[in-house]
Structure formats: structure tokens, C-alpha cells
């Protein structure tokens, strides 16, 4: 019974927010009280939405409203606590609340509730509105987080969708101009060609019609009866002039339009099979973007293996002095040059090789070295033939690169190197985040020691690489799973 009649002055006289006895209490438009410093802390936090909100009704007020004393209420609570009513004793740490004189008695008698450790209530009470206040807070940075994520994606599609519309528009033009250029050179083609056969065919018909004179002319003499009259007639007769036949001039057969035909159909399957594997690259990188929260990096091997991808590498890119093994996943450099075909992929001087596998999102792959060896990544389109740096890893905008040396280990980006310090590994570990643009290298032992750590920005699908240098130096792509 007492229970029941001091219910309801609790609730009357406690804030919701802190959910303790009402300090210094005010009352909202709505009729609410609370707390005037819990009030004040909760619409501090709704400055920036500009509008104020009640925490049990979720009425709202702009502006903020002034806050008046609730003189009643603050009356209320002084006489309560001369009386001791609203005084709790102890909290309960199992049931996380809290206890007056009266309702304490099961938690002293019951021999199950006396296992429930008691303590005083103001510890539980501000220890759990800590509590919610900081899981407030940090759920308010989680959704300021999404919120400029979200901007940032719908400006950055935005500004994609646009860019791309100018690139293929630009396309589409180039080829309207090549197909302008071609009709063109055609008709050209076509003018000069006709304006020959016809001035041929001009001549021809004048050669027809000189002949046909000539045999009427000796026609007419071969009538002649009088043997006199001919002999004195025919010298008079004009002389043949020379022939134009056909087989003194060269007629251009019409299969070398055929030919021009058979040239652009060639250039429109070049033109699809480039379109198609460029889809499969944009469609990759678009498929990239991650609007979760960003994650942390693993710190143990365990976490690592989380994100293993297993590594093979394509022999069609390998250069001639190294020789794959092991399923393509063990590289060793030789002396003598292997008996590869010629293939476009191939690096053609720098003793590299890269990946079957394309690598988007999260992966992780460990390599274990010997002699002089370098780790790394490049985008596919990385050049390949030649000695220039374009072509070797680490040494252009391309291509990220980790040396292990004999006695040194550096890591190289775009022709600058950076050292590393401590012992060279044997076995070393690749971490990527390509949506975070994360590529880290990793001394793999039972810890993992960070080598380096790369922050940037990734624009296309990268494949795993590694250069093999001198002669007997290996390089092997650890199975994990």
C-alpha cells in the first residue's frame, strides 16, 4: 500500500532525463518538468536543427522557449525530502534500479534477492545517465557521419554522372567526326574513281565510232570494180590511230570499298571488346562505394586471414626470365629466358609479374621472399613494354611497390623510395581496403609489425604483383585458407 502511494509522487517529482529528484525544476509549454540543467543540455544539442523538442511528448517549440521556475514543484520536493519520503536507500546492480526505506525489505529478507548487490543510488543512477548521455552522443557523431556520407555520395555521383556524360558525349563526337571523315574519303574516292572509268569509257566509244568509219570507208572501196579507181583511192584512206583497248589500262576492282568496309567492322570489334572490359572495370569501381561506417584496420593475423584472397599469377604477363611454378603461385628468376609466346600483357625487360585476380574491397595476402624481391600492386593498365620506369613497379603513378632487399627494404611510390627500418622480412603481408584507400605492408610473424602505410585514393580494380631481380631470387604466394 505504501508502495502504491508514494508511486505516484516519484514519477511527479523525478526527471525523465536523469531520472533522479527534480533540481531546480522548470516546466515546458507543454507542462512537462524536469531538471532545468538536464533541459538545457538536451535542447543545446537541438541548436543546430533549430527547433526544441519535449522528451516525453516530442512536442516542438520555435524558438527556444524561455524556461520559468516551477515554484510548486521546487516546494514539493523540499518538503519530501524533510520527510524522508522520496530518500532511496540502496540501488540493485541486477535489477538497475533503485529502492525506498519500505520497498527495500525483500532485498534484506529473501534469501534470493540477497544475492543482488546493493549499492548507493546515486552511484547507479549517475553511472547509468553517463551511461546514456555518452551513447547519446556517440550515436549523434554516427549519424553526423552518415548524414555527410550521404552528401558526399550524392555529390560525388552527381559530379560522376555529369563528368561521364561530357566523356562519352566527347566520344560520341570523335566517332560521328570519324565516321564524317571516312563518308568523306569515300566519296572522294568514289568521284575520282568514276570521273576515270568515265573519261576511259570516252575514249573507248570514240575508238568505236573511228572504227566503224574505217570499215564503212573500206567497205566502200572493196565495192569498186575499177582496179584503177581503187589503187588511187586507198592511199588516200586515214591510218588507223593507235588502239585504247582495255588491256592498256588498269580497271580498280570494287572489293577495295569492300575492303574499307571489312576495316571498320574491325575497328567496331576492337571498339566492343574494349567497351565491354572497361564496363567490367567501371562496374567494379562503382560497386565500391561503401556507405557503412568506416572500419578499423585488424590488428591480429586472425583478423588479417578474415580478409584472405587467395593469389595466382597470369603467365601471359610474366617477363621471359622468370619461371612460375607451384600452380603459378611461386616465382623464381633465371639466368636463361623461358619459352613464353609473345603476348601483349607481358612485361617485355622488368622481370614482373601480376595477378589473375582483380582486388576491390578488403583483401589480405602474404608472400614469402628471398633475395632481392619486390611486393606490390598496379592498376592494369600499367605499361609493359620496354625499360622504362612507366613499366616497373614502384617507380610511377601507378604501381605501388615494397622492396626486400639482402640487407635493406624501402617502399617505393612514383619514383620516390622510403626507407624502412628494422629487420628485413622473410614473409611479408598485404593489407587492402580499396574503398578506404588503405595499402599496408606487414612484417608477418606471431605479431603483426606494420612496415608502411599507404592513405590515398584508388580509381581502378589493382592487381597483386611482384618484381624478382637477381638471379636465384623467389618469391612464393602463401596458400592461407
Not at 161 to 171: A, H, W
Amino acid at each position: 500500500m505504501a508502495q502504491q502511494e508514494n508511486q505516484p509522487a516519484r514519477q511527479t517529482l523525478s526527471c525523465s532525463i536523469c531520472v533522479d529528484l527534480l533540481k531546480d525544476p522548470v516546466t515546458t509549454g507543454c507542462g512537462h518538468s524536469y531538471c532545468k540543467s538536464c533541459i538545457n543540455t538536451h535542447w543545446d544539442k537541438e541548436e543546430e536543427r533549430g527547433s526544441y523538442s519535449c522528451p516525453q511528448c516530442r512536442q516542438t517549440f520555435t524558438p527556444r522557449p524561455v524556461l520559468e521556475r516551477n515554484t510548486m514543484l521546487t516546494d514539493s520536493v523540499k518538503g519530501r525530502k524533510k520527510t524522508g519520503l522520496l530518500k532511496a536507500l540502496k540501488s540493485c546492480r541486477v535489477r538497475l534500479t533503485s529502492y525506498w526505506k519500505k520497498h527495500l525489505q525483500p532485498h534484506l529478507q529473501s534469501a534470493p534477492l540477497k544475492k543482488h548487490k546493493l549499492v548507493e543510488p546515486s552511484e547507479k543512477l549517475q553511472e547509468n545517465k553517463q551511461t546514456i548521455q555518452q551513447r547519446v552522443q556517440d550515436t549523434e557523431k554516427d549519424v553526423k557521419l552518415l548524414q555527410q556520407e550521404e552528401e558526399a555520395i550524392n555529390g560525388s555521383a552527381d559530379k560522376a554522372v555529369e563528368d561521364s556524360e561530357e566523356i562519352f558525349t566527347e566520344m560520341i563526337r570523335l566517332l560521328e567526326k570519324r565516321r564524317s571523315d571516312v563518308k568523306q574519303q569515300i566519296r572522294s574516292q568514289q568521284e575520282t574513281e568514276v570521273s576515270r572509268v568515265r573519261e576511259l569509257q570516252e575514249r573507248l566509244e570514240q575508238e568505236i565510232t573511228e572504227l566503224k568509219r574505217k570499215d564503212q570507208e573500206l567497205q566502200q572501196l572493196s565495192d569498186t570494180e575499177d582496179h584503177n579507181q581503187f589503187l588511187h583511192n586507198y592511199p588516200s584512206l586515214s591510218p588507223l590511230s593507235g588502239s585504247t583497248h582495255s588491256s592498256s589500262f588498269r580497271i580498280r576492282p570494287l572489293r577495295n570499298f569492300k575492303d574499307v568496309t571489312a576495316a571498320v567492322s574491325q575497328v567496331r570489334g576492337r571498339l566492343q571488346d574494349l567497351l565491354s572490359e572497361t564496363e567490367t572495370e567501371i562496374l567494379q569501381i562503382v560497386s565500391q562505394v561503401d556507405v557503412s561506417l568506416p572500419q578499423p584496420e585488424p590488428e591480429t593475423r586472425a583478423d588479417f586471414l578474415k580478409y584472405s584472397q587467395e593469389i595466382t599469377l597470369d603467365p601471359n604477363t610474366a617477363n621471359k626470365r622468370l619461371l612460375l611454378s607451384e600452380g603459378n603461385r611461386d616465382v623464381t628468376f633465371m639466368r636463361e629466358e623461358q619459352s613464353y609466346s609473345d603476348h601483349p600483357d607481358r612485361f617485355t625487360f622488368w622481370p614482373q609479374v601480376l595477378s589473375r585476380e582483380s582486388l576491390t574491397g578488403r583483401r589480405y595476402w602474404e608472400v614469402e621472399v628471398g633475395g632481392a624481391v619486390g611486393v606490390g600492386v598496379a592498376y592494369k593498365k600499367i605499361s609493359r613494354a620496354g625499360d622504362s620506369l612507366e613499366c616497373l613497379f614502384g617507380f610511377n603513378d601507378k604501381s605501388w611497390s615494397f622492396y626486400c632487399g639482402r640487407n635493406s627494404h624501402s617502399f617505393s611510390y612514383n619514383n620516390v623510395q622510403t626507407p624502412v627500418s628494422g629487420p628485413v622480412p622473410s614473409r611479408v603481408g598485404v593489407y587492402l581496403d580499396h574503398s578506404a584507400g588503405v595499402l599496408s605492408f606487414y612484417r608477418v610473424s606471431d605479431t603483426m609489425t606494420l612496415l608502411h602505410r599507404v592513405k590515398t585514393t584508388f580509381t581502378q580494380p589493382l592487381y597483386a604483383g611482384v618484381s624478382v631481380y637477381n638471379d636465384g631470387s623467389t618469391a612464393e604466394f602463401c596458400k592461407l585458407k
